[in-house]
């Protein structure tokens, strides 16, 4: 029996935290032995028409691990859209609607079939928990699938399709204590489930030079960082009010920016565009010097399941802040003493205010998580505790993984 991995799309390059995750788990289990496959749809990524085929159907061989590629089908974006958008709204939708969006979300029958042809030939694991590709794909393979949720407090993750998954699967792998918590607040998940709290690993980074990237982008002053999406779904909206605020009574005094990249289009108004920058995409080497230069980074969003960008600013010694919303964020902050998390605007201004009068105690925060993600999710640690899960499930479930 050898391993797989699930997932709506697959690439190297494609963006996204689950997908950057799968790819690079995927990586170190094949060098730490394990044969290790991908089982995915035709789709390019995230942002592309799911009703379109951008990959050849097959199986090809990249970076080492085999792919197998399932075409999809047409599908109604509109009836799935407006659904979507009631549950994303938190409004109740009818059990036709349920059924709806599930038939309505990816349609990749050959991919289903694949699972229940293989059902008995791999360990499967399934991420993220949203997408058909999962809640189709455990119930078919059953005790023989492990899922990484990268579960939040959402309107999908209480749909009655997800409750009836989540139980189905050998284990359950968390990236916290945060979101072992909600799942186990959400759902009844039996007693004999192997739930763990097994991280996610986090890539060595280089060192950033932080007046390399002032130099490069024109920034004259002491900036904060936001690098993402720039989307309500990470309450980017919010944060520029906040941002707004703070410099109509602080914020302006210390010539202050805040600084975007990543994806996306903020919506800058007026009163924003002096202290305000949007970078949009730059390259590996901006972001690190990025996160290198900056006072300290603001991670507004809600709703995380592990958060890489925290530890992209603690690897390069740069403390955070945080909203205090997202029990993820603050149990991250709490464990490891590198930054603060704010409840309101009134925090928000008085925190990022302390952070540019204690540049000291900022630096002992920055390099506190940048211990903190060194003796917690360097790859070695996390893999050795992918190992001893997968050899549990092997003894409990009589299985035999294949090791080369």
Known sequence: MKLAFVVPWYGKGVSGGAESEAYRTMMHLADAGFTVEVFTTCIQDFFADWSKNHHRPGTTTEDGIRVHRYPVLPRNKSKFDDINQKIIGGIQVSPEEKIAFADEFIKCPALLHALRRE??????????????????????????????????????????????????????????????????????????????????????????????????????????????RKGAGKNIPRLLSYWDEFQNSTGNLNNLKLILIGPGKANLYASLNKSVIDLGFVSAEDKRNGFAGATAFINP?????????????????????????????????????????????EEFSAMADWFVDHPEEANVMGMNGKRYVEEHYRWDVIIEKYIALIEEIEIKNNLDIERR
Not at 151 to 174: C, T
Not at 209 to 217: M, P, R, T, V
Not at 318 to 332: K, Y
Request: aromatic share 12%.
């Open 119 to 228: 059902r008995e030939n791999y360990l499967f694991f399934f991420i993220p928990y949203l997408f058909p590709t999962t809640f189709d794909g455990v119930n078919i393979v059953g005790r023989n699938s492990v899922i990484i949720p990268c579960l939040h407090d959402e309107g999908y993750a209480d749909l009655e399709i997800m409750r009836q998954m989540m139980g189905q699967a050998a284990a359950i792998v968390y990236h916290t204590q945060s979101e072992y918590r909600l799942a186990n607040q959400l759902y009844a998940l039996p007693t004999t489930q192997i739930q763990t709290v097994l991280g996610e690993g986090v890539d060595a980074a280089a060192a950033g030079d932080g007046d390399a990237f002032k130099k490069k982008f024109n920034i004259d002053g002491p900036y904060f960082l936001y690098a993402g």
């Open 301 to 345: 969003s809600m709703k995380e399941s592990f958060s890489l960008v925290l530890m992209d600013s603690w690897q390069a010694g740069r403390p955070v802040l945080v909203n205090g919303h997202s029990p993820v964020l603050v149990e991250h902050v709490k464990r490891s003493s590198g930054g603060l998390y704010y409840g309101g605007q």
